[in-house]
Structures are given as C-alpha cells and as structure tokens.
C-alpha cells in the first residue's frame, strides 16, 4: 500500500506537499464519511472508532480539510491475539473543496467515535431570495 | 456502514480529480492490506471485530461507532455470540441495523459475560469456564 501511495501520490502531486509526504512514511486509512450538503452548509460525518478526543485533528488549509484521528487503545499487556479484523493504522482523510464553506465558522462534535462537522457556507453562497418589485 | 459515501461536488476525496484510477487505488490497497498484514477484513457491510485472550477471559472488541449503549445487544448462545447494533436517526439516511455472530472458541461462562462501550468500540468480557483454564501441574520427582 505505502509503494503503491507513494508513487501515485508523489506523482500527482509534485508539489511536494507535506501531506502527501507523510502519507507515504505513514500507513494510513481513509474512514468511512458522508458529506451531506443543506440549504445553509455542508455536514460531514466521519466514523473513527477508537479514536479519543486527544488524538483526533482536523486541519483547514486554503482549499483543503484534512482529518486524522490516532486510536489509542493499546492491547494489554497478558493479552494474546487470536484473531483481528480492525487494523491499528490511523485514520486520514483528506478532502479538497472549492472554498464554498467557511472554515472559521465550522464546529466539531464528537461522540462516540464519530465526527460531525458543521460547515456553513460562505456568506455568497447562501440562497437569496429575490423579491420581485 | 464501511462503505464509502458517494461524495458531491463541493467537497471531493483527494485523489479522484487528479487520478484516473481513484477507485482502483483503493481497492488495490485493500487487497495488499488484507494479504500483506496478516489481519482479516470484516465481511461486506459488517463490522470488524477482534478476538483476544488471556488467562482468564476471552475478548470480543467490536468497532460501532455512533451507537447508543442503549442499542446494543449482546447475547451468548451456547457457543456463539451474537451483537446486534442498530442506530436510530431523525436521518433516515443514518438509521441502520447490524448483527453479527461468532462463535467463541473456548467454553464461556455465559451468565457472567460483560461488556463496556467506549469510543465507539464494544469490548465483550467472556470469563472462561475453570476446566478451560490452564492448570498448573506440579510433579513430584522422586
């Protein structure tokens, strides 16, 4: 997995950005997510089961949201693994946008393990109703 | 619940505007994931679980995010454990029902079987029975 990211993700992103750098040292996951979008905003939901407060961090770059999430659940010491299906690597999610929401106004609730934020749109962007004169 | 929500347009995954085989990366992952790690992926559309034990207990840690403890149910039949989750949401979206059974290796004693919910992860506590313990026997030489 991390080859094949490294490659693909250095290659389209030539820049060099620093996520794309960390992605490629860092195996990581992409959580599940939906992103709903309402009349005055954009809600994103991410499912990160595991993760605590503490380890969870959520980035707004100019047109970029980047989430990640450590678990920090540690298997006990006198515990054996019979068997595993969940994989200790954190969850990374990132996600590009146009702008159309407004990263100073966002809010963060989370719950459970899963993460809902509550972006509005830019003022511009909301509907205006026009009246007819 | 695992699978990947259809995205719109404002707010894209990083990769599918600029790779054409967006979709492919990550099934290729998946697939090196699964051969190379080791570790088992969960059933489409279910949950993962974990099995773990010690001296004493077998452990049973589910990944259920967002699901109120009310919501869980855990039951042991004979040898099988049963968890069923389901989330109720103003969201029709959101609503959803799962279960899952799995049958617990060594021999549990069910009427003192626990469980906790945190971070949105089930871990299920299954105390073994004393005969499936292991015992310590001391022989005397003579």
Same mark, same amino acid.
């Given at each position: 997995?991390?080859?094949?990211?490294?490659?693909?993700?250095?290659?389209?992103?030539?820049?060099?950005?620093?996520?794309?750098?960390?992605?490629?040292?860092?195996?990581?996951?992409?959580?599940?997510?939906?992103?709903?979008?309402?009349?005055?905003?954009?809600?994103?939901?991410?499912?990160?089961?595991?993760?605590?407060?503490?380890?969870?961090?959520?980035?707004?770059?100019?047109?970029?949201?980047?989430?990640?999430?450590?678990?920090?659940?540690?298997?006990?010491?006198?515990?054996?693994?019979?068997?595993?299906?969940?994989?200790?690597?954190?969850?990374?999610?990132?996600?590009?946008?146009?702008?159309?929401?407004?990263?100073?106004?966002?809010?963060?609730?989370?719950?459970?393990?899963?993460?809902?934020?509550?972006?509005?749109?830019?003022?511009?962007?909301?509907?205006?109703?026009?009246?007819?004169? | 619940?695992?699978?990947?929500?259809?995205?719109?347009?404002?707010? &894209?995954? #990083?990769?599918?505007? =600029?790779?054409?085989?967006?979709?492919? *990366?990550?099934?290729? /992952?998946? @697939?090196?994931?699964?051969?190379?790690?080791?570790?088992?992926?969960?059933?489409?559309?279910?949950?993962?679980?974990?099995?773990?034990?010690?001296?004493?207990?077998?452990?049973?840690? &589910?990944? #259920?995010?967002?699901? =109120?403890?009310?919501?869980?149910?855990? *039951?042991?039949?004979? /040898?099988? @454990?049963?968890?069923?989750?389901?989330?109720?949401?103003?969201?029709?979206?959101?609503?959803?029902?799962?279960?899952?059974?799995?049958?617990?290796?060594?021999?549990?004693?069910?009427?003192?079987?626990?469980?906790?919910?945190?971070?949105?992860?089930?871990?299920?506590?299954?105390?073994?029975?004393?005969?499936?313990?292991?015992?310590?026997?001391?022989?005397?030489?003579?």
């Amino acid at each position: 997995m991390s080859l094949l990211n490294s490659i693909i993700s250095n290659r389209s992103d030539a820049a060099g950005s620093n996520a794309a750098l960390e992605t490629a040292t860092q195996r990581t996951i992409r959580p599940a997510y939906k992103v709903k979008e309402e009349a005055d905003g954009f809600g994103l939901t991410v499912l990160l089961p595991g993760v605590t407060k503490s380890g969870l961090e959520i980035t707004a770059e100019a047109s970029q949201l980047s989430i990640r999430g450590r678990r920090n659940w540690k298997q006990p010491e006198g515990w054996t693994q019979i068997y595993r299906e969940s994989v200790d690597a954190p969850f990374e999610l990132v996600l590009q946008h146009d702008n159309s929401f407004d990263s100073d106004k966002a809010v963060a609730e989370f719950r459970h393990g899963v993460l809902r934020l509550a972006l509005p749109k830019t003022e511009v962007l909301k509907p205006k109703k026009i009246k007819i004169g | 619940m695992r699978n990947d929500y259809p995205e719109i347009r404002g707010l &894209a995954p #990083l990769g599918s505007l =600029r790779s054409p085989w967006a979709g492919l *990366e990550t099934e290729i /992952d998946r @697939l090196f994931e699964s051969t190379l790690s080791g570790f088992a992926s969960a059933p489409r559309g279910q949950f993962p679980v974990d099995l773990y034990e010690d001296r004493d207990n077998t452990y049973v840690r &589910a990944e #259920l995010p967002g699901v =109120r403890r009310d919501d869980i149910n855990v *039951e042991m039949v004979e /040898d099988h @454990l049963t968890i069923t989750a389901q989330r109720k949401d103003d969201d029709d979206e959101e609503s959803f029902s799962c279960s899952r059974s799995l049958s617990v290796p060594e021999q549990v004693q069910a009427d003192k079987v626990s469980a906790s919910y945190e971070n949105g992860v089930l871990t299920v506590t299954l105390p073994k029975r004393e005969e499936a313990k292991p015992k310590k026997i001391s022989v005397a030489i003579t």
